[in-house]
């Protein structure tokens, strides 16, 4: 029934400038090496196919492929690594439709558009789900920022074709606390909980983090109360913690939060009840520690580093390092060991080596951190200190065209 996933499937006849490197080129990276590939979401229209490569012990990024057939602004790429296919967002600015595109990758950093699936305009982040009892396909959950709206799909993981399911649509009698920001509901992210049961959406218009339960007969996303987040505060991404080897999914679970209208940081012990998932708060700091948030600045990612030992946070805008360098800032959640810390602690600002780092992926490559340099319209890759868990020196920088909302590892 593969015919059933087909959405509105484009001409895709291409695939342009693809200038590819021979692969002695790629063979001779050093240290570089175990990071293959990269690939960064352009709103210039693009999405790109880089690497890193070394001559003469300097280190640079090359452009394998470069694709348009994401649409006109590419937001959010998500990569299905076993299924050797990457899921690209296009916010569908100035459009009246968003849309999703999945192209099957290649080691050698060649992009096949497999479909182009339209949507409500504004998707800005996805993630996959799966229900237990459906053997056949999986399922994709994304945000949608402009439209209020978050969407469901059916998926099929191994072919990268996808069909719409659901959509939630939100309004507010009035506009929050920061009425420019927050004049609509914004569903920003979307995480999947570590049972799989559950799916959060932070929503920065509404300071709500939406919480679904997935039907496990049918994947279809149910409603569940959300959680009230501090008003004025513009929740926008989450990642949740659970100490690494566990076998249990349902203790020991905490969830981190971004608040980017308030530049805070949020912690919450998880628990699970037979109504469902609830959040209890633990913590709560500036992403700037004591100090107060340069004005302008905007956090935006949060991840776990390799370690599972330290959160990681992109502060947009704050100028830290001089400017048109902005901050990533670290704070400890846990011991070496993985035991979850009774109080987080705020470790200190790292450079970001470019302006508004809307992105950033340290799992591909568990030595080097690819920054999405979004204002500085460039893909960083600086070296990741495993000792200190922390960003560290800059290995090299690329000026793409457009600017850069994501970059992730191959
Ligand atoms: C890269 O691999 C794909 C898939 O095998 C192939 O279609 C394409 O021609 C390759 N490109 C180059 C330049 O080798
Ligand atoms: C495209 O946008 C229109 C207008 O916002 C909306 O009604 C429609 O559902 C969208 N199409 C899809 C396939 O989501
Ligand atoms: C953090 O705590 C302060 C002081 O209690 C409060 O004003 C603020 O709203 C809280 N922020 C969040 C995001 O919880
Ligand atoms: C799970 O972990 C606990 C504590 O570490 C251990 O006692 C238990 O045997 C483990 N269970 C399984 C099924 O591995
Ligand atoms: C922040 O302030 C607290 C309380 O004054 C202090 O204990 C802590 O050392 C300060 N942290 C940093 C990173 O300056």
């Given at each position: 029934m593969v015919s059933d996933f087909r959405g509105e499937s484009l001409n895709m006849s291409i695939?342009?400038?693809?200038?590819?490197?021979?692969?002695?080129?790629?063979?001779g990276l050093g240290s570089v090496a175990a990071a293959s590939h990269l690939y960064a979401a352009s709103y210039g229209g693009s999405v790109y196919s880089l690497a890193p490569t070394s001559q003469h012990g300097s280190t640079e990024i090359s452009v394998l492929s470069e694709s348009r057939d994401c649409g006109n602004s590419p937001s959010w790429l998500m990569l299905d690594r076993a299924h050797e296919v990457l899921y690209c967002l296009n916010e569908g600015i100035g459009s009246s439709n968003g849309s999703i595109t999945s192209f099957?990758?290649?080691?050698?950093?060649?992009?096949?558009?497999?479909?182009?699936?339209?949507?409500?305009?504004?998707?800005?982040?996805?993630?996959?789900?799966?229900?237990?009892?459906?053997?056949?396909?999986?399922?994709?959950?994304?945000?949608?920022?402009?439209?209020?709206?978050v969407t469901t799909h059916l998926l099929d993981r191994s072919s990268g074709h996808m069909k719409y399911l659901q959509t939630f649509t939100y309004s507010m009698s009035s506009p929050g606390p920061n009425a420019a920001r927050q004049d609509a509901p914004h569903p920003h992210g979307v995480v999947v909980d570590p049972t799989g049961r559950y799916v959060l959406v932070p929503d920065l218009g509404a300071d709500?983090?939406?919480?679904?339960?997935?039907?496990?007969?049918?994947?279809?996303?149910?409603?569940?109360?959300?959680?009230?987040?501090?008003?004025?505060?513009?929740?926008?991404?989450?990642?949740?913690?659970?100490?690494?080897?566990?076998?249990?999914?349902?203790?020991?679970?905490?969830?981190?939060?971004?608040?980017e209208l308030s530049n805070e940081v949020s912690g919450f012990r998880v628990s699970y009840t037979a109504q469902g998932i609830s959040l209890h708060q633990i913590f709560n700091g500036s992403s700037f520690g004591n100090d107060t948030a340069p004005a302008g600045s905007k956090v935006a990612e949060i991840k776990l580093s390799p370690n599972n030992n330290h959160l990681v946070v992109s502060n947009r805008l704050d100028n830290t390092f001089g400017p048109k360098n902005d901050s990533i800032a670290v704070f400890s959640c846990a011991d070496a060991v993985g035991k979850h810390?009774?109080?987080?602690?705020?470790?200190?600002?790292?450079?970001?080596?470019?302006?508004?780092?809307?992105?950033?992926?340290?799992?591909?490559?568990p030595d080097m951190v690819a920054l999405a340099l979004e204002e500085s319209q460039s893909v960083g890759i600086a070296r990741w200190s495993k000792l200190g868990g922390t960003p560290a020196s800059l290995v090299a920088k690329k000026k793409l065209n457009g600017n850069i909302p994501a970059a992730i590892w191959a």
């Open positions: 695939l342009i400038s693809a200038m590819y490197l021979p692969i002695c080129v790629l063979a099957k990758t290649h080691t050698n950093g060649s992009l096949a558009t497999i479909e182009r699936l339209i949507t409500p305009s504004g998707p800005v982040m996805s993630a996959i789900y799966s229900a237990p009892d459906v053997h056949t396909h999986d399922f994709l959950a994304v945000a949608h920022y402009e439209t209020s709206t709500l983090v939406r919480i679904f339960s997935i039907n496990p007969r049918t994947g279809r996303l149910e409603p569940k109360s959300p959680f009230v987040a501090s008003p004025g505060s513009g929740p926008r991404h989450g990642v949740f913690w659970t100490p690494k080897g566990s076998n249990s999914t349902t203790s020991n679970v905490y969830f981190y939060l971004t608040h810390f009774r109080n987080v602690q705020f470790l200190g600002l790292f450079p970001a080596y470019g302006s508004s780092p809307r992105h950033f992926d340290i799992s591909g490559s």
